[in-house]
Nanobody
Framework: VQLQACGGGLVQAGGSLRLSCEGS????????MAWFRRAPGKEREFVAS????????EYAESVKVRFTISRDNAEKTVFLQMNSLKPEDTAVYYC?????????????????WGQGTQVTVSS
């Protein structure tokens, strides 16, 4: 599956952004999806994931309550609604897809990646 992420931008602390990741291919609805991010000078980290049906979600502790992941399989799109943004949320955000077992937060387990979208939160 090929992925295209968009929706990043510059926002003030406390603001909101909604990221989208559009997939292509007939098997999108079979893939578990996730968002990762990489801040300057830091390792890539898991943000949130959603299983193929949308019934199950996982979040990093740092974004719980503030971020919500969702998907629309008919539109082949996964979303990340980010509220109450903080300067430490500044990063390039990537969407990723995988088949197989649900529940991993390891980037190496994901097969397909979008190109990344920059999110910058000013203080």
């Amino acid at each position: 599956v090929q992925l295209q992420a968009c929706g990043g931008g510059l926002v003030q602390a406390g603001g909101s952004l909604r990221l989208s990741c559009e997939g292509s291919g007939r098997t999108f609805s079979l893939h578990h999806m996730a968002w990762f991010r990489r801040a300057p000078g830091k390792e890539r980290e898991f943000v949130a994931s959603i299983n193929w049906s949308g019934a199950l979600t996982e979040y990093a502790e740092s974004v719980k309550v503030r971020f919500t992941i969702s998907r629309d399989n008919a539109e082949k799109t996964v979303f990340l609604q980010m509220n109450s943004l903080k300067p430490e949320d500044t990063a390039v955000y990537y969407c990723a897809a995988r088949l197989g077992h649900w529940g991993t937060k390891n980037a190496a387990d994901f097969d397909s990646w979008g190109q990344g979208t920059q999110v910058t939160v000013s203080s």
